[in-house]
């Protein structure tokens, strides 16, 4: 279920709790658990309901502007039935807190053992280790290039970098990935600390940017929010890549940490 970053930035903050999207059947069911850029949604009802039965309030709660802009929304694909979706902020997404939980040696041990498991049930066979230290080696390089040279087809091994991700060991950037401190101390037992550059301070700029934006901002030397915060609007427009979406979704993730663009 696909929700716009200013969507979940209202869900999260309380000011929204309804969806409505037009579906041939139920996409979500109630209690299900969404993994978002702000955290775990949850799903609290799921109703078939006729478009015209929608009101202001209905509105009001999906966080439309109006009753005949959230109408106007649903217009297309008359076909497939209008379903009302409830939704509620359930905490952040616990993947990153166990990112940075790095374990004591018995942990890591079960935690190779996994990696073991799946290596062993794998049809291309060993995998694991070599995603860990090519993840570790090429930190923020974008996933295709990374499966090219693992003789790898790319959403497969994408597919497989999100089991590394359930159990906190890589962490996904705006473009490509890198370990996470608790995936580091996985790869690096049992022999001596690989040598890596130091994290860059402040907070990474959002995924929901793209990858135009992304490469953009990365050309500038721009990684973090804190940087973009140096910017004027204008400024920031004039970078390559840098469009109208990615320009109010960067302001979104701002003002989320009481940040603003800097004034002309």
Avoid: C, N
Wanted: aromatic share 4%; net charge positive; glycine share 10%.
């Amino acid at each position: 279920m696909m929700i716009r970053p200013a969507e979940l930035a209202a869900i999260r903050d309380g000011e929204v709790d309804l969806a409505f999207r037009r579906w041939d059947r139920p996409r979500v069911r109630v209690g299900t658990r969404m993994r978002t850029a702000v955290g775990v949604l949850e799903v609290t009802q799921v109703e078939r309901v006729a478009l015209s039965s929608l009101r202001a309030e209905d509105a009001r709660r999906a966080g439309a502007p109006s009753l005949a802009a959230l109408r106007e929304g649903l217009g297309h694909r008359p076909d497939r039935s209008v379903f009302r979706v409830g939704l509620r902020y359930a905490g952040p997404d616990p993947r990153e807190a166990l990112r940075e939980q790095v374990p004591g040696a018995g942990e890591i041990e079960q935690i190779r053992a996994w990696l073991d498991r799946l290596d062993a049930a794998s049809r291309h066979g060993p995998w694991t280790r070599a995603t860990l230290q090519i993840i570790d080696r090429s930190p923020g390089v974008r996933a295709p290039e990374l499966a090219a040279e693992l003789g790898r087809e790319t959403a497969e091994w994408k597919a497989d970098v999100r089991k590394l991700k359930e159990k906190g060991l890589t962490e996904s950037l705006a473009i490509g990935y890198r370990l996470s401190p608790r995936g580091e101390a996985v790869l690096d037992h049992g022999g001596p600390p690989r040598e890596r550059a130091p994290r860059p301070p402040g907070t990474p700029v959002p995924r929901s940017i793209g990858a135009p934006a992304t490469r953009g901002l990365r050309d500038a030397g721009v990684t973090t929010l804190e940087q973009v915060a140096e910017y004027t609007l204008e400024q920031l427009r004039a970078l390559h890549g840098v469009g109208p979406i990615a320009v109010e979704r960067l302001a979104e993730a701002l003002a989320e940490r009481g940040l603003t663009l800097r004034s002309p």
